[in-house]
């Protein structure tokens, strides 16, 4: 029996996982292997660096994945705030394994520049590299669309790229990180393809190895930005102004509460932990407060991206404290 509540609960926490980053993976690693064959066949120097591309995103999204279940794991004893951050350490392997592939693909460059060389099998190229531009095209909506769902935006249709453009600060670190890696694997298939067209048609070799050093310079741009977002949530970030706003929303709503004398919001993973301290109508009996500190508490967890909330009172000191343009950092 105690394995069957292992199996369930193990099973319950991968369909929780972040799906941007596994349908990523997959699709990654059949754009990676079908890349490395052609890029073997053709000797393309683009295709040879649209493939490391794909293969760091097939193994960073991979991790990332594995990460996202984890960060799903209940608090325990010993962990009591949860395994929120779990999540950044994953994305940080993640950027590791991009710098690499990075350095790689750039010093790759380089040596296509000094030695140009002519590539053949124009058409397995062109194909393979279409194929690649709709594969990761298809997981960047997929991403941009998970972008609009976790920061709770409306926008549909072509309003999605905007708002993901806009909100993505806002997102999971998984998704994050899969907005932009497909982000810059979307436009280094299409510099790879413009580099196998002009390289097929002239005699301007030097273009295969200016569009490598480009694709691997695009790479460091996503390790370094990965890289900082999570650094920042493994310290321990404020959420959003917006989320402060909406949560001091859900506080005022409670006709009794009259002001809120203090707050602190702390983001970990895709989730939100709630400290505050609110002010009370006068003459009150504290039983009277106790269930409205409840009332508050139960309404600001009835939202699945807020984790746990710990909420105090006191009597209104006749003191404006909460100024709703300061919330937020």
């Given at each position: 029996?105690?394995s069957d509540?292992?199996?369930?609960s193990?099973w319950?926490?991968?369909k929780?996982?972040n799906t941007?980053?596994?349908t990523?993976?997959?699709g990654?690693?059949?754009?990676?292997?079908?890349?490395?064959?052609?890029?073997?066949?053709?000797?393309?120097g683009a295709?040879?660096?649209?493939?490391?591309h794909?293969?760091a995103?097939?193994?960073?999204?991979?991790?990332?994945?594995?990460?996202?279940?984890?960060?799903?794991?209940?608090p325990?004893?010993?962990f009591?705030t949860?395994f929120?951050?779990?999540?950044n350490?994953?994305?940080m392997i993640?950027?590791?394994?991009?710098?690499v592939m990075?350095y790689e693909?750039?010093?790759?460059?380089f040596?296509?520049?000094a030695?140009?060389?002519?590539?053949?099998g124009?058409?397995?190229n062109?194909?393979?590299?279409?194929?690649s531009?709709?594969?990761?095209?298809?997981?960047?909506?997929?991403?941009m669309?998970?972008i609009v769902?976790e920061?709770?935006?409306?926008?549909k249709g072509?309003?999605i790229?905007?708002a993901?453009?806009?909100?993505v600060g806002?997102a999971a670190?998984?998704t994050?990180?899969?907005f932009?890696?497909?982000l810059v694997a979307?436009?280094?298939?299409?510099?790879a393809?413009?580099?196998?067209?002009?390289t097929?048609l002239?005699?301007?070799?030097?273009?295969?190895?200016?569009?490598t050093?480009?694709i691997?310079l695009?790479?460091?741009a996503?390790?370094?930005?990965?890289?900082?977002?999570?650094?920042?949530?493994?310290i321990?970030?404020?959420a959003p102004?917006?989320?402060?706003?909406?949560?001091?929303q859900l506080i005022?709503?409670?006709g009794e509460v009259?002001d809120?004398y203090?707050?602190?919001?702390l983001?970990?993973?895709?989730?939100y932990?709630v400290?505050?301290?609110i002010?009370?109508k006068?003459?009150?009996?504290l039983?009277e407060?106790?269930?409205?500190?409840?009332?508050?508490r139960?309404?600001l967890?009835l939202?699945?991206?807020?984790a746990?909330?710990?909420?105090?009172i006191i009597?209104d000191?006749?003191?404006?404290?909460w100024?709703p343009q300061?919330a937020?950092?």
């Amino acid at each position: 029996m105690e394995s069957d509540r292992n199996k369930d609960s193990f099973w319950s926490l991968l369909k929780k996982g972040n799906t941007s980053s596994a349908t990523a993976a997959v699709g990654n690693t059949a754009v990676a292997i079908v890349k490395g064959v052609a890029a073997v066949m053709t000797g393309s120097g683009a295709m040879f660096a649209s493939t490391m591309h794909s293969i760091a995103d097939a193994v960073n999204q991979g991790f990332v994945f594995a990460g996202s279940v984890l960060a799903e794991k209940k608090p325990t004893q010993r962990f009591p705030t949860g395994f929120g951050r779990v999540i950044n350490l994953f994305c940080m392997i993640a950027v590791i394994v991009v710098t690499v592939m990075a350095y790689e693909t750039i010093r790759e460059g380089f040596h296509l520049l000094a030695h140009p060389s002519e590539s053949h099998g124009f058409w397995i190229n062109f194909i393979i590299l279409l194929i690649s531009i709709g594969v990761d095209g298809f997981v960047l909506h997929k991403a941009m669309k998970e972008i609009v769902h976790e920061s709770r935006s409306e926008a549909k249709g072509l309003a999605i790229v905007g708002a993901a453009f806009k909100n993505v600060g806002r997102a999971a670190p998984p998704t994050r990180l899969v907005f932009y890696e497909d982000l810059v694997a979307t436009t280094g298939a299409f510099l790879a393809l413009i580099a196998v067209v002009v390289t097929s048609l002239t005699s301007f070799t030097l273009l295969d190895g200016v569009s490598t050093i480009l694709i691997g310079l695009l790479m460091v741009a996503v390790a370094f930005r990965v890289g900082y977002d999570n650094m920042v949530g493994l310290i321990g970030v404020a959420a959003p102004r917006e989320v402060e706003e909406k949560v001091a929303q859900l506080i005022f709503s409670h006709g009794e509460v009259t002001d809120i004398y203090s707050m602190r919001i702390l983001q970990e993973g895709r989730y939100y932990h709630v400290e505050g301290l609110i002010e009370l109508k006068p003459g009150m009996t504290l039983a009277e407060a106790d269930d409205i500190k409840f009332k508050v508490r139960d309404t600001l967890l009835l939202d699945p991206a807020i984790a746990d909330v710990t909420i105090g009172i006191i009597e209104d000191n006749g003191v404006r404290n909460w100024q709703p343009q300061e919330a937020g950092v």
